[in-house]
């Protein structure tokens, strides 16, 4: 399966939808900085995500296209604030929106996604009970992410992080808005209640892996094809799951929380970790999450579409960056 092609089908879909429901008016710059980011492209993997479940239910995908508008909207929005946060200055490998328009517009822009996403939630086709639940959903998920985006701020000053903990803050930050994106196209997809949560059940585990298998590839990937410093997780002294792993066992990683690192640290540093087996340790609990996931797709009928979403979830724990 051309797996990147069946998701720039859809991506193509919804590109023309945030030209279609988020035009540029006025004030121009505001609107220019809010699209900046949803227009330098992406994976569309969540909006994807929206239409391939309600496809796999039985649902036309033009149906729940303002619903898989709006989760990429608020995907974008999680990215403009976190740069701002992160003091990171390249996003896509373009000046962040906060560098190109300072912090207060950063902020303006990235509220104005917030806000545009519940109201483009509206314009789905479903029923107002079925549309009433996806706004609840969204909701509770930016809720969600803002707590995870807390948690992980909070284990910066903190030496005693546990596994437990990392997990709950991935699931928050990263796991819930794949979660939402699963059970909102379910939903008005016309999904019985049983199959929406399992949906939603399978989204949660993808993207728990998703997350872990990113501090993976900080490892184990080049840096021409990470596209940044391999290992700056260690360097910026991040508690992954990697380094809790690590760090119960023992392990002294030297450049970990020093901020910068030569190659050869760098390198010397991943070597520990791969043969104290934190590395793997991380890789196998990916693995293991998408293989449960993958499983509760058992209870969709086979078609296309269903196939997509399991290549998705092997993609989550196959991909280079």
Sequence with gaps: ??????IKKRSVRVDKGIEEYLPVSRPTELYKAAR???DAGGKRLRPAIVILAAEAVGCEPEKVLPAAVALELVHNFTLVHDDIMDRDDIRRGMPAVHVKWGEAGAILAGDTLYSKAFEIMTCANGTPENLLKCVDILSRTCRDICEGQWMDIEFEDRT?????????MIEKKTGVLYAAACKIGAILGGAST???DTLYEFGRLIGIAFQIYDDVI??????????????SDLMEGKKTLIAIHALNNGVEMDI???GEASIEE???AVRLLEDSGSINYA??????????????LDILEDSESKDILLAIADYMIQRTH
């Design 266 to 268: 760098i390198n010397d």
């Design 194 to 196: 049983e199959t929406a």
């Design 160 to 168: 005693d992080v546990t596994e437990e903990e990392y997990l709950d």
């Design 218 to 231: 900080d490892m184990i990937t080049p840096e021409e094809v990470l596209g940044k410093v391999r290992g």
């Design 256 to 258: 970990f929380g020093k």
């Design 36 to 38: 900046y980011l949803p």
């Design 283 to 296: 890789r196998d609990l990916a693995v293991s999450y998408i293989a449960k996931g993958k499983g509760l």
């Design 1 to 6: 399966m051309d797996l990147i092609g069946e």
